[in-house]
Nanobody, 123 residues
Framework: VQLQASGGGLVQAGGSLRLSCEAS???????IGWLRQAPGKEREFVAA????????YYADSVKGRFTVSKDNAKKMVYLEMNGLKAEDTAVYYC??????????????????WGQGTQVTVSS
């Protein structure tokens, strides 16, 4: 599978953005996730969705503010981000994992990373 993230931009604190992840090729994956990396920090898990079934998973830091969804027919995964904070500023990536459910929280378990998209939240 090949994944490509898009939709980032500059937004004021409290604002919203919707990121899109386009999948192509053979989608033989269990989960597609959103991960982010801020300057000087390690890559961290944000949210994930089970490709077949739709169960969702979130980092505590975004729970209640971000929503991950998908459209299997369009081969798209979305990340709706509301109530954005300055600390959400990062490059956001979508990637895939075929591990067990607990693997979605570990960035090292992901493969097929696409190019990231920059999200900047001004305070």
């Amino acid at each position: 599978v090949q994944l490509q993230a898009s939709g980032g931009g500059l937004v004021q604190a409290g604002g919203s953005l919707r990121l899109s992840c386009e999948a192509s090729g053979s989608i033989s994956v269990t989960f597609i996730g959103w991960l982010r990396q801020a300057p000087g920090k390690e890559r961290e898990f944000v949210a994930a969705i089970r490709w077949f079934g739709g169960a969702t998973y979130y980092a505590d830091s975004v729970k209640g503010r971000f929503t991950v969804s998908k459209d299997n027919a369009k081969k798209m995964v979305y990340l709706e981000m509301n109530g954005l904070k300055a600390e959400d500023t990062a490059v956001y990536y979508c990637a895939a994992t075929n591990g067990i459910t607990s693997s979605v929280y570990a960035p090292t378990m992901y493969h097929s990373w696409g190019q990231g998209t920059q999200v900047t939240v001004s305070s």
